[in-house]
């Protein structure tokens, strides 16, 4: 059922917007997604938003239809409240409020990939969402985040993951954990890191292979590299001696795919 | 020689500050960069900045002393206008003002590097700032901006760019110009693009290689395309149909990089 919403003091409007902060989406095990596109495959993937935000154009979309339906509450309003819903200046015509997919380590069935992206203190949403978005298309099973990353729920990262929020599992733990884990069946852990010499082209990966990237600024901590079955790097031909994290992350996942697909 | 400013109303403040602005910098034709580390790498890169602006405690840091006689003006300022002039509740104790340095296509030594990054349309700065960045990576000889890209100088695309600003030729040109430049020697153009079955891994690329990203949503321009000497895509095997822009850009670089190594 569609209901009108267009009162900025509406209790909904500002529950909505406090998803926003990261603490309100603790609260309420809810983070909001953007954009017909997005909401559209998260449908596909076969999760409905638990409510629905559009502006009136929206209604008689064709696309717009199979949301409504399959939504809690669906709710017609104005682009300024979507404006404030977002927190942008040109919302999306579509906003969806979704409930939080994290799955627990133990229920993770590793066979279900053989690329799976494991990322440790990764401090930027936008890095976060891109890496999430590259999972996707090299076909992974999803991202690990290990110790304190950013919240992969935060609007920036969700934006970033363009979708991929949807159909990447997503995994919080920490290193301890993980690796007692990981140790308890296959999969064969490999460290990008500036402390090897080993070409990341050089190894024959195998297969699942968990790809582990550090964080921004520090890289990997000592023991955690010791952890590895594998430390790889790419080569840097210029001044800088690291590349960006998500970019990292995928020059790595994709050699990883291309030795897969060989 | 080193003089103090700590008024927020001074003039120079003001001016300094403007530059976060792309009118601005297009008026004094200065940018702004940020951090010890990029500005050491800029002067390592025979680079001084115009101005540089310190917090006290990096007066008599080791490498501060050769920035301060390197530029024409140091000034000693106070954390909080640090804070201003860069936008950002916690700014790099040291901040330089640079001269923009763009390059025109006509003087561009193409023979100078086995890779060169063409980017159309770009319009995020963290993005920009990203190619810059595995530009240095793979040894790029620089960046040429097509149409109406987001500008290379602003605060965040200078920041992404980890100091690969001073390190890659950056130039500005429209399509046309570009193309009739490249012409004239030697050079395949290779576009990332949807509308070709051609998998990135399989053609042998030759140097030198200009490698062609488009719009972050819209891609290619059909006539664009038309006149790359070759397109190619990378696989997708999941939902989304492309990666992001800096991503595949450097996914890119890094095929043809190591195709040219092997």
Known sequence: MLREITGFSNPLVKRVKSLREKKHRRQEGLFLAE???????????????????LSPEMKDH?????LIEACDDAFLTSADILSKLSGKDNPQAVLGVYQELNQPLATLDRSRADIWIVAERLRDPGNLGTILRTGDAVGAGGLILIDDCTDPFSVEAVRASMGAIFTQAVVQSDWRSFVDWL???????VGTSLNTDQDYTTPRYAKPTFLLVGNESQGLPQDYEADC??????PMLGKAD??????ATSV????ILNQFRR
């Open 35 to 53: 954009g017909l596109r997005i909401l559209t495959e998260a449908l596909e993937a076969g999760i409905a938003p638990k409510m629905l935000w």
């Open 62 to 66: 064709r696309l717009v239809q199979p």
């Open 183 to 189: 140790r308890q069946g296959p999969g064969q852990l």
């Open 252 to 255: 790595m996942a994709y050699e």
């Open 242 to 247: 690291s590349l960006n994290a998500a970019v």
């Open 229 to 234: 079955d594998l430390l790889v790097k790419m």
